[in-house]
């Protein structure tokens, strides 16, 4: 099944890549720049094709970026630290994000003649992001059943749908993902904070899923205290 | 209920905006800039948002556009001369293109706290355009409405989708259209060629709608003999 892996360079997309690599042909990785903050997340997907040994193929959708005003991964909004709870996380969502990037990659994949679009959305993320559910997986899927009838017919992969983040760290240890070389910070700087959403929500998944962490935190011990607060 | 129109500035979403106008709270057009050649479309919908008095968008999608090879719209094809027939139009479909802008759109009309999303899709395009059909309509409003719950309740309205282009026509003579300002050809040249297939469908609508056609085009008389053509 030759299949396109949106992949953001993040650890969840990367493992993904990884799994796909090994159980279908994995044609390319198609990444998107949307003018997020966090561009080392596209270096790391340009290194995912390298190793994988696939075109690397980024879309330009800044312009479209620009038009969703009103999320903190692209204006100049503070990233709220901590863990990703609704009320502080909800202002990192672009609105229709998901949407919008599967129906262009259900797009350049009838062009190239792929069989699926594989997408590395998770459990983890159903509560804040409603299209990032399964419900929303499958009525895109059905769209997409009827935008191409007669046309292509391409499936729609997310095998975490179900999962956790420590399920893909799992998962990625399987197939030796090189996760020092995935990027999850949302603040883009050299290492990672530590502190934002993604980071406290990375340094617990390795830590659940009793794999050893690579990843150098500006603030490695936040992440711990955080999860207690939450978890109290 | 405010409003957002899709406006190519081609025949029916020029109609439809002028609809909208009337029957509601229109807050804007948005225009797709995917490297189309027919880029006078884009003019003729700025006129349009300048005579209803609305702030027109467009978007730049030309590197989602780039990435859609194999369509006559953006690549070095030629546009097939002659009426809309599943054979020779083939060619012009940009693969998911209504899913992709309108998945744009609904990001936009939700970032602007916008109610609806409106878009001239008509009976006249099933045929040929799957993601023209109702049921596409009704499954990707079902997309929308999984994808933005808990933030957004946006509707798609889609008047003209179990409509001919004579009945848009029709409805444009009703709202006072000002048709000759409104570009349809696809070839893009100073004048409508009057020989491509949304020319001979143009000029086909205006004769089934007993309506004066103000359109100047290069050859006037192509489409009555293709109709009759294709008719007999």
Redesign the interface.
């Known amino acids: 099944m030759k299949t396109i892996v949106i992949c953001s360079g993040g650890l969840d997309s990367v493992t993904l890549a990884h799994r796909v690599a090994a159980q279908h042909d994995l044609v390319g990785l198609l990444s998107f720049d949307y003018g997020q903050r966090h561009k080392k997340e596209l270096d790391s997907a340009a290194f995912c094709a390298v190793q994988l040994g696939v075109p690397h193929?980024i879309?330009?959708?800044q312009?479209?970026g620009k038009?969703?005003?009103?999320s903190a991964l692209t204006d100049d909004v503070d990233v709220p630290d901590g863990h990703y709870e609704e009320e502080t996380m909800r202002v990192t969502?672009?609105?229709?994000?998901?949407?919008?990037m599967?129906?262009?990659a259900?797009?350049?994949a009838?062009?190239n003649g792929a069989d699926a679009v594989a997408a590395a959305v998770h459990g983890g993320d159903h509560f804040i992001y409603?299209?990032c559910?399964p419900?929303?997986i499958d009525?895109?899927q059905?769209?997409?059943?009827?935008?191409?009838?007669?046309?292509?017919s391409i499936q729609l992969l997310t095998p975490y749908v179900l999962g956790s983040k420590a399920d893909i760290v799992t998962d990625g240890a399987k197939f030796n993902v090189p996760f020092a070389q995935t990027w999850s910070c949302y603040k883009g700087g050299t290492n990672h904070c530590g502190r934002c959403g993604t980071c406290v929500e990375r340094r617990e998944a390795f830590h659940l899923a009793g794999v050893a962490d690579p990843t150098v935190y500006v603030d490695p011990d936040f992440w711990h205290l955080k999860v207690r607060e939450t978890k109290s």
Chains 1, 2 share one sequence.
């Open positions: 193929q879309i330009d959708i312009n479209v038009s969703l005003s009103g969502v672009v609105p229709n994000r998901n949407a919008i599967l129906a262009i259900f797009g350049i009838t062009a409603p299209d559910r419900d929303f009525a895109f059905n769209m997409q059943d009827r935008a191409l009838d007669g046309y292509a």
